[in-house]
């Protein structure tokens, strides 16, 4: 390999380095992904230079500290972003979270070693791969494995067991029997980890391509139950329905799959369904029921997402198309696409139909007319001269003042109700037609 799997320029940034004495090589993901030919948009540098000599070095360029305690400077040269890290070797870890000290270290190999796999534990020089703890080998075996004693570096920091799983999830590999017991065996150390720390590696671990292989695999090393337990209840709950072919776990994970790579869909994906354990019932003829479970499901996703510290606008969104994924049930028209659009906006209703097609897909159904259906009124909708929000109406709270209706609450009821008419179709949105509605007089109190 002469050159790393990417477009960016790294060889500038090495060479300013090199040549003010200061040893520097690619590291860590960007030789993992080059050497399995995936490509590469992150390449980060480890480095002799301290932190000083990396800012007198790149003088002329915009710096950014990210972590100065660690010593990692972010260089943009020519608009590309480089972390570039001095050579550390990490002191004792006390409390699985963070090293108590970092120790600046004058050699590569030191730097290697603190670092968590051996597939991530590579770096390249100038066409040579610098390969101590054998990860090409590693990444030939598909095998995920602690550089050193598992045991010690999943201690050291219990994230380390989020990142295996990501990168298992994601290079579709095996983790090696001692990392997996390691693992398991403190699995409930987890959530010592910041909620911050993991609600970002379940993140990423969703978006990969197949994210049911990780949230298996979480369930698999005891994680599943520390950090999505609601998830956890729903393994083998049988549904007694003539709709499913799956139990609650195995529809989820499918639904999950069938989604698109967005975070609020996946999530509302993989929960949508949890409220099916506290809600089920059989009727008289032996089916399952799970009368209101989607607004159960969407409370339960909302007390998980409020304690891992999403922020509000993503909890809202996840939350908001669980609430209505049984809607399509019922067959649309452009009376409730509208209505769905003006509570929803065109982002969360696209990411509702795309949850309900794949919660179709993955029953013993397999007809999505209904949501096709819906999508293409969505976007005749979109294009007409119906109001989408609030400031799309043609007559505004001034206007209502200038009428005469005093300040205060009631102008919002006024508006809501003139909306109301126009997206029923029963008034046109201009300002003529909403104030001659207006003159006929309106009853506040209905
Ligand atoms: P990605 O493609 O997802 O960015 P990556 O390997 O670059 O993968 P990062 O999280 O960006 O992963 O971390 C960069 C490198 O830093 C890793 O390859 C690894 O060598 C090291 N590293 C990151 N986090 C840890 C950790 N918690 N413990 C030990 N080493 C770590
Ligand atoms: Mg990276």
Do not use: W
Request: hydrophobic share 35%; net charge negative; charged share 35%.
């Amino acid at each position: 390999m002469n050159r790393l799997n990417t477009d960016l320029s790294y060889e500038n940034l090495v060479e300013r380095l090199e040549k003010a004495g200061f040893a520097t090589y690619p590291v860590g993901g960007c030789v993992r992904d080059s050497l399995i030919n995936r490509k590469v948009e992150d390449v980060d540098l480890t480095t002799l230079a301290r932190p000083d000599d990396i800012r007198r070095v790149f003088s002329d360029k915009k710096l950014i500290d990210i972590g100065k305690k660690f010593g990692t400077i972010k260089v943009i040269a020519d608009g590309e972003a480089f972390e570039i890290t001095t050579f550390r070797s990490e002191g004792a870890y006390k409390d699985g979270r963070h090293p108590d000290e970092i120790q600046f270290s004058d050699t590569l190999i030191d730097d290697l070693k603190r670092r968590d796999f051996t597939i991530n534990a590579m770096a390249f020089d100038k066409g040579k791969i610098i390969d101590p703890f054998g990860g090409r080998d590693d990444l030939e075996r598909k095998i995920i494995r602690a550089v050193g004693n598992p045991y010690e570096r999943i201690s050291e920091d219990y994230l380390r067991s989020l990142r295996a799983v990501r990168f298992a999830t994601r290079l579709g590999f095996e983790l090696e029997d001692g990392l997996k017991k390691a693992i398991r065996e403190n699995s409930g150390k987890i959530n010592l980890i910041s909620n911050e720390r993991i609600s970002d590696e379940i993140g990423k671990i969703l978006l990969e391509d197949e994210p049911s292989r990780g949230v298996r695999l979480l369930d698999d090393l005891g994680l599943l139950q520390e950090i999505l337990p609601e998830v956890k209840r729903t393994i083998g709950f049988d549904q007694h329905s003539s709709h499913h072919n799956l139990d609650v776990y195995s529809h989820s994970l499918k639904v999950l799959d069938g989604t698109e790579a967005d975070l609020a869909t996946r999530m509302a994906g993989l929960y949508h369904d949890v409220g099916k354990v506290d809600t089920f019932f059989l009727d008289e003829k032996g089916e399952g029921r799970f009368f209101g479970h989607q607004k159960l499901s969407a409370e339960l996703l909302e007390k998980r997402l409020k304690g891992l510290k999403f922020p509000k606008f993503f909890i809202s969104d996840a939350t908001s198309i669980v609430k209505r994924h049984m809607d399509s049930s019922n067959t649309y028209t452009k009376k409730s696409i509208r209505k769905l659009l003006r509570k929803l906006g065109e982002e969360n209703l696209r990411r509702l139909f795309d949850l309900q097609r794949a919660d179709i897909l993955a029953t013993v159904h397999t007809d999505t007319g209904n949501i096709d259906h819906a999508e293409r009124i969505l976007d005749e909708v979109l294009l007409d001269e119906s109001p989408k929000k609030r400031s799309d109406l043609s007559i505004n709270g001034k206007d209502l003042l200038a009428l005469g209706y005093p300040q205060g609450k009631v102008i919002g009821k006024v508006l809501a109700m003139v909306e109301e008419e126009i997206i029923d179709d029963r008034l046109e949105n201009n300002k003529e037609a909403i104030f001659a509605f207006l003159a006929k007089g309106i009853n506040l109190d209905s």
